[in-house]
T-cell receptor, first 110, second 108 residues
Framework: QKEVEQNSGPLSVPEGAIASLNCTYS??????FFWYRQYSGKSPELIMF????GDKEDGRFTAQLNKASQYVSLLIRDSQPSDSATYLC??????????FGKGTKLSVIP | NAGVTQTPKFQVLKTGQSMTLQCAQDMNHNSMYWYRQDPGMGLRLIYY???????DKGEVPNGYNVSRLNKREFSLRLESAAPSQTSVYFC???????FGPGTRLTVT
């Protein structure tokens, strides 16, 4: 069973702080890693994807991948109340299929 | 450029009724997917289509059928709805999986 684990939260951070969201996965053969944001009652929205070990930055978001330790993380700098949402980690372990974690709920406190 | 569209947005069915959920994408993606999302269970893959003309089962295919009508359209059919199929259904397309707005289905 290929698993993707996330802390369900809620993770509360003050406005302007860095939010750190973590995800671990079980399949060492995983190749692609994705982060989605989902507001309550809405569909998941792709934020970033990462394929290689290291960091990938896009605006206030940084994805970090460590394949040896089987974890991927998402950092959100200068967190805003509008970042309050559930963040889903997804891993491509089987061709064409993503396995999703259950998500971490982030709350940014003004 | 509408991205991924789904119809209907909401639906209430009685047990045993059938219905088809429609999905279309205008991003020229080869792959398309159907997920259901339930509280505490996360997103679970029902069926996917790697390319036009092919479909494959995902994690939870029982009670569902799919049709990849053409490159743009991928439909999900419930032949005999059950209360356990009450859920939010999302269609997605592309290897990065861009999601449609979802269909909220209640089976009574």
């Amino acid at each position: 069973q290929k698993e993707v684990e996330q802390n369900s939260g809620p993770l509360s951070v003050p406005e302007g702080a860095i939010a750190s969201l973590n995800c671990t996965y079980s399949d060492r053969g995983s190749q692609s890693f994705f982060w989605y944001r989902q507001y309550s009652g809405k569909s998941p929205e792709l934020i970033m994807f990462i394929y290689s070990n290291g960091d990938k930055e896009d605006g206030r978001f940084t994805a970090q991948l460590n394949k040896a330790s089987q974890y991927v993380s998402l950092l959100i700098r200068d967190s805003q109340p509008s970042d309050s949402a559930t963040y889903l980690c997804a891993v491509n372990a089987i061709s064409y299929q993503l396995t999703f974690g259950k998500g971490t709920k982030l709350s940014v406190i003004p | 450029n509408a991205g991924v569209t789904q119809t209907p947005k909401f639906q209430v069915l009685k047990t045993g009724q059938s219905m088809t959920l429609q999905c279309a994408q205008d991003m020229n993606h080869n792959s398309m997917y159907w997920y259901r999302q339930d509280p505490g269970m996360g997103l679970r893959l029902i069926y996917y289509s790697a390319s036009e003309g092919t479909t494959d089962k995902g994690e939870v295919p029982n009670g569902y059928n799919v049709s990849r009508l053409n490159k743009r359209e991928f439909s999900l059919r419930l032949e005999s709805a059950a209360p356990s199929q009450t859920s939010v259904y999302f269609c997605a397309s592309g290897s990065e999986q861009y999601f449609g707005p979802g269909t909220r289905l209640t089976v009574t």
